[in-house]
Every structure is written in C-alpha cells, then in structure tokens.
C-alpha cells in the first residue's frame, strides 16, 4: 500500500481539554497539571457503538488513575488525526496515544513527536510504517484472527450442507487496519471450499446508515444472498433493516456473522438476527493508562500487545446480555 504523506493540517478537529481531577483541562502549556501525568489521546470518531464504548473507557480509566486526559473528536478523518496529534505536540503533554483511523500517511507527524521526546502508544488499529521506533506499543485485537473466526465459523455452518453459498461482505472504513485484515482473515478461512463464493464486497465505514445503504444496493443486485459477513456489528444492524424492509428475514433468509460483540447486536442475536458474533474488545482504557504511565517514566513496555477476546453464539449472547457493559 503506497504512503501518504500526512494530509495537510486543516480545520476541524474539537480538541476538549478533559481533567482527570479538576473542572479544567490540563494546563495551557501542557505542563504537568497538579502534577500529574497529561496523555492526549486523538480518537478516531464516534461511528460505532464500539467507538462509543472504546471512548467511555479511556475517559474513565483515565480519571481513575489521576490521569489529565486531552481528548479530541477526528469525526473518522485521518487529517483531524493529524492535526489533533501536533496540537498535543505544541501544548508538550508526557505521552500521546491515538487510534489511526486508516493504516497509511502517519510517518511525518510521529517524526515530529519523536523529536520532541513525547512517546506515542497506538490503541485499537495499528499502522502500516515501516519504522516501529515512531510508538512505543500497539494495544489492540488481531483483525486477521477476528476475520478468521468469522470464516472458521461459516465453513463449520455449511459443511454438511450442498451447494454454492453466496456471500456478500460489508467492509469497515477503507485503508483500515480492520477492515484490510478482516476482510483477509475471513477469505484466507474460506479459500478452501469452492462452495463459498463472495458475490459483492464493499465499505460501509462501519456506521449503521451506511451499512443500510450499501446491503438495499446488495439486494437489489444480487439475484441470491445466502450469508452477509460485516466487519462490524452497527453496519451489520443496519443491514438487519434493509433485510426486514426487503420482506426477508434476517438470520434465516440471510444468515448474518457479524464482529465487535456490542450490546444491540446481543439483543439481535437473541432474536435470531445474527448468527455469529466476534467479539473485539473496546475496553483498552485500564492497560492505556498503565501503559502511559510506564512509557512516560522510561519504562520498557512489549511493542505488541494483544487484547484478549472471545467469539458468541445467539445462546451465549442471550445469556451475556443481562451485564454486558457495552
Ligand atoms: C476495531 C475498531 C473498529 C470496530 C468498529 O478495533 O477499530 O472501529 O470494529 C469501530 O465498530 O468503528
């Protein structure tokens, strides 16, 4: 995948000064506010009830550990992103973290952070540079195993049954580290078995509107649809509409196996909606502060570390939906 140059700085990003312990934002030059430690964190947006989720826990773990948290919005735009990190450069906070939002064109601005000494840690999505000395970790899932449990689970479905099986693929944000690697995690899964057949593949920026958007379009153009695999659950949701609205039953007509494991899409696998969920766990807050706090005091920290998740049924959804937390 070619780079791209970090776009341009331009307007929009909302950077809100968010105190761990006081009414105000850490202080204006950035220094330590009451002495403690100010970690800016860029997030990528609020697309996703996982995005949601994922927010909730940086904020909280952050007052929890008597951490300032500088939080800005990029409304899914890598150049807000950018922006948003050089601010935190300028206002010296002790670490930055962020989510990339696409894979590629970060080289230029973690330059800049690495010549101010300020550590960067990625959370959620990882980048694709080839030098690893510009973040100090990677905290997130492993998209590619997440992509193959959603294929492991649709080859062991239709292995006794004949016939092709017609799959259409509701992709994440394009140049995402999820989307790119669900989508070759699932296809490695499946390559084995000339029975699968994906029919029609294309992004719906894991939002529900667009995930409802582009499934009315597979509809309409895909005389057969046995399977929809979404790389996450809101676009997944959005195409349960199109489906009912098509007159079709979701779950039954169309079998749907689905990724992130949020609530809303428990109470649809417990109405027979989805089949099959991945989980991909949005609460990295706890182990960011921890990992901030360490890279700050020049501590060694592993450059990978993997988030720890699991897969559900329609019956073990049912069952966690009571003290799902997100
Ligand atoms: C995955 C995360 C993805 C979720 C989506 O770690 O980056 O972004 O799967 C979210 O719900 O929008």
């Not at 909730?56 to 948003?84: P, R």
């Not at 199109?242 to 689905?258: F, L, Q, R, Y």
Request: net charge neutral; glycine share 8%.
């Amino acid at each position: 995948m070619s780079k791209r140059a970090a776009a341009a700085v331009l307007a929009g990003a909302m950077i809100v000064g968010l105190s761990a312990c006081s009414s105000t934002g850490g202080s204006s030059d950035g220094k330590k506010s009451n002495g403690k430690l100010v970690l800016g964190f860029a997030q990528v947006g609020a697309e996703s009830g996982w995005r949601t989720a994922n927010t909730k826990s940086v904020q909280e773990a952050a007052k929890k550990a008597g951490i300032t948290l500088k939080f800005s919005d990029a409304q899914q735009k890598q150049e807000n992103q950018i922006k948003a990190i050089r601010s935190f450069i300028q206002q010296k906070v002790d670490v930055i973290a962020f989510s990339p939002v696409v894979e590629s064109g970060w080289d230029t601005v973690l330059k800049e952070a690495k010549a101010a000494h300020i550590p960067v840690i990625l959370t959620d999505r990882a980048i694709d540079s080839a030098d690893t000395s510009l973040y100090a970790t990677f905290l997130g899932s492993d998209f590619v195993e997440e992509g193959k449990k959603a294929g492991d689970w649709l080859v062991k479905e239709y292995q006794a049954k004949p016939g092709e099986v017609n799959v259409v693929q509701l992709e994440g944000t394009t140049g995402s580290a999820p989307a790119n690697d669900r989508k070759s995690g699932f296809a490695d899964a499946i390559k084995g078995d000339p029975k699968f057949k994906v029919v029609a593949s294309q992004t719906g920026d894991f939002t529900r509107a667009k995930g409802k958007e582009v499934m009315q379009a597979f509809l309409k153009a895909q005389p057969k649809i046995d399977v929809l695999y979404a790389h996450n659950d809101d676009m997944a949701l959005g195409a349960i509409q199109a489906i009912e609205e098509a007159g079709k039953k979701p779950g039954t007509d169309i079998k749907i196996v689905s990724v992130d494991g949020v609530k809303d899409a428990f109470t649809a696998m417990s109405q027979g909606k989805i089949n099959f969920d991945v989980e991909c766990n949005p609460l990295l807050g706890d182990q960011l502060m921890e990992l901030a706090k360490k890279v700050k005091n020049g501590e060694s920290v592993e450059h990978r570390i993997k988030t720890v998740e699991g897969t559900f049924t329609p019956e073990q959804a049912t069952a966690a939906l009571p003290t799902r937390q997100y």
